[in-house]
């Protein structure tokens, strides 16, 4: 069969909802021991509930990817435990919607502490492991964002852009090791936080303005995690292995066709 994970040990951060979530549900379901790393510890046990519910393998693991520190500590009790580490998915972030004037300072250093930093961490922490074992495969969430000029993601788009720059480094620095990494952009999916956002900035007119944001991608109509999680899946098999130094964009046609 295609697309197996059999006894491969995949560490995914923010896999208490979202993305993350959905891809830790389908790798376990290809065959994977999924480590399920995120800083919200009731998402995070009930996602590892629900896999383990299904008579797949999960771990729950708090870390806080901001801290090195918690990373370091996370990466190593997973390799003690499991004696590996075989895939990497970093799919810990958080969204800003402001222009460059809007954007605090604060606001700035809080997105480039988790989507940057947090990215940083984890690889960092990881990919020791992996030249060990002269194998491995990191992917990374990236964004249309990082290559698209989008209004008011000022300091979204600055972090999901070094995301992307830091997939291109280390998979050249790596490639001889063994080591995978690429990364995938999305477009708008649809998540807890694009609900959240909506009631948020548009209270009763949610439905109105969700039909607005999903008519944005060509295709008409918003992603879903599970759509991520399947491209995901790909990218971290040994279908996938002559890939490496990719961004995959994933965007029903956003980035590339007239709208």
Avoid at 101 to 120: C, H, I, L, M, P
Avoid at 146 to 152: E, I, N, P, Q, R
Avoid at 185 to 192: F, G, I, L, N, Q
């Amino acid at each position: 069969m295609l697309f197996q994970l059999n006894q491969r040990i995949a560490v995914i951060t923010g896999a208490g909802s979202g993305i993350g979530k959905a891809i830790a549900h389908r790798f376990a379901a290809q065959g994977a021991h999924v480590c399920l790393l995120d800083v919200n510890d009731t998402l995070l046990l009930k996602t590892a509930e629900e896999i383990k519910s299904g008579g797949f393998k999960a771990s729950a693991h708090h870390c806080n990817v901001v801290h090195q520190t918690d990373c370091m500590r996370t990466m190593e009790e997973i390799a003690a435990t499991y004696g590996r580490i075989d895939i990497l998915v970093n799919s810990a972030g958080i969204a800003a919607v402001a222009n460059l004037e809007a954007t605090s300072e604060g606001e700035f250093d809080r997105v480039f502490q988790v989507n940057v930093k947090g990215t940083y961490n984890c690889m960092i922490a990881a990919v020791s492991h992996m030249t060990r074992q002269m194998s491995g495969v990191i992917l990374n969430m990236a964004s249309v964002a990082a290559t698209v000029g989008l209004a008011d993601r000022f300091a979204y788009s600055m972090s999901k852009g070094a995301v992307v720059s830091m997939t291109l480094s280390v998979a050249n620095d790596y490639v001889k090791s063994g080591i995978r990494c690429n990364c995938i952009s999305p477009a708008r999916v649809h998540t807890p936080f694009v609900d959240g956002f909506l009631k948020a900035n548009y209270p009763g007119q949610e439905k109105e303005m969700f039909e607005r944001l999903s008519k944005v991608q060509p295709i008409g109509r918003m992603g879903t995690p599970d759509e991520i999680a399947y491209l995901a899946l790909y990218l971290c098999s040994d279908e996938a292995s002559f890939v490496t130094g990719c961004d995959y964009p994933i965007d029903g046609g956003f980035t590339k066709l007239s709208r």
